[in-house]
């Protein structure tokens, strides 16, 4: 596949234009190239069109950053923004694996961790609901306005974080859209990602606290909000997020599937 080709293919599965394509592409790979080490970067270019290798920029030293940084890297170079980069970021990695050898996507996605699985062709089964339809949906079940709505979801997504163990966050991470990673992540910063012991009812003052909404209201958004979360991450990925939940937990905030 040449150049051309890279770049049309990347236009048809993102469904944008020739010219944000191009900028799609080069922010992408130039965004890969600070992220995997000097000697991936060159082991991929080689396999690259001669047009596309120089983006890696194969003598950039590797730097840690996680899926969001990444993203939002991708979106200021390609002046997208960054619900708009993670779709198209999906696309370019889609058009990579058609280019370069299965093996070399292995070794590739063998130095980014794993919150970067949703952005690689082995995760492009994962459904990522956008943050939008997110806090549509729990505003619809709260009957609350969209900025309340965004504040609910914020508030229980951190003291989930904090409630469970730092591995299923990252799971979590990896389904969810990057616009609701930020509250996950101050949660599982919060409790060192070591699940945190706590009665339902100190769970619920978290979520009123940071909410700045009463306890009763706050019980009526996590409901709201953790139906949500069940439609956006699969069955299986929801019980090892309840599971570890104590069961009056479960009564009282997980609603019955209707």
Do not use: C
């Not at 080709?5 to 790979?29: H, K, N, P, S, Y």
């Amino acid at each position: 596949m040449d150049h051309d080709a890279f770049v049309d293919a990347v236009m048809q599965a993102a469904g944008i234009d020739r010219d944000e394509a191009e900028r799609t592409v080069r922010a992408t790979l130039t965004t890969l190239g600070e992220r995997i080490s000097a000697g991936e970067a060159r082991d991929l270019a080689a396999q690259l069109p001669p047009e596309l290798a120089p983006w890696l920029n194969v003598d950039e030293r590797s730097r840690r950053f996680d899926v969001d940084e990444f993203l939002h890297r991708i979106a200021e170079r390609s002046g997208a923004d960054e619900q708009a980069a993670l779709q198209r970021t999906r696309s370019v990695f889609a058009v990579l694996a058609q280019t370069i050898a299965p093996s070399e996507l292995d070794d590739v996605a063998s130095e980014l961790p794993k919150d970067f699985d949703l952005l690689l062709p082995r995760g492009a089964h994962i459904e990522v609901m956008p943050a939008g339809a997110f806090f549509a949906r729990v505003a619809e079940r709260a009957a609350i306005g969209a900025e309340g709505a965004r504040r609910a979801t914020e508030a229980v997504l951190e003291a989930l974080a904090e409630r469970i163990a730092g591995g299923e966050v990252d799971d979590l991470v990896t389904r969810l859209d990057p616009e609701l990673h930020a509250p996950l992540k101050r949660g599982r910063e919060r409790s060192g990602g070591v699940a945190r012991s706590m009665p339902l009812e100190r769970f619920v003052a978290l979520i009123a606290e940071r909410e700045g909404v009463p306890s009763g209201v706050a019980v009526s958004h996590a409901r709201a909000v953790l139906a949500t979360l069940r439609e956006a991450i699969d069955d299986d990925e929801f019980f090892d997020v309840t599971v570890q939940l104590p069961q009056d937990y479960v009564s009282a905030l997980i609603p019955a599937r209707t």
